[in-house]
């Protein structure tokens, strides 16, 4: 059975509804990149198969490449032209998969917060409760999976 989740931008303008198995689960990210699109401490985010993400309304698409040679991916952001809401992101590096911005979900205060990654660049005063994982930097991919998908 799936349930029907749905959020977007600040203003409407951007809108998506997301077909998943249940409510996902989040991952805070403390990396700078998520300091500075946020302009906050960190971001949450919400991982989900990009063909069950289906859009309206007309995201702007801000890309933004990182790396060179096998190294080199392209981080693709959508977001809210009007409002300047950053609803999600799709990167080369992992096809297939779309990273939303977890409080653009219309459902946002029943998000569970289930790992942090790039703990190296945690702001002081943010505590991440014991037995969560985290990783200094990115986490291996199968740990954080098995994380989110608890």
Known sequence: M???????????AVRYRLTAPKFPNAYACHCRDCQTWS??????????PEDALEVTGAPHLYEMA???????RVSRQRGCA?????????NTRR????VLRAGTLDRSDELNVVAHIWVSR??????IPDGVPSWPEGAPPAAFFAALMK
């Not at 096809?95 to 779309?98: F, I, L, Q, R, S």
């Open 95 to 98: 096809p297939g998969v779309a």
């Open 122 to 127: 945690k702001v002081g005063g943010i505590e």
């Open 2 to 12: 799936s349930e029907t989740i749905e959020g977007g931008c600040r203003c409407g």
């Open 82 to 90: 009007r409002c300047m809401t950053r609803v999600y992101n799709t």
């Open 66 to 72: 990182t790396g060179a040679g096998d190294e080199r």
């Open 39 to 48: 302009g906050s401490a960190f971001s949450l985010q919400v991982v989900a």
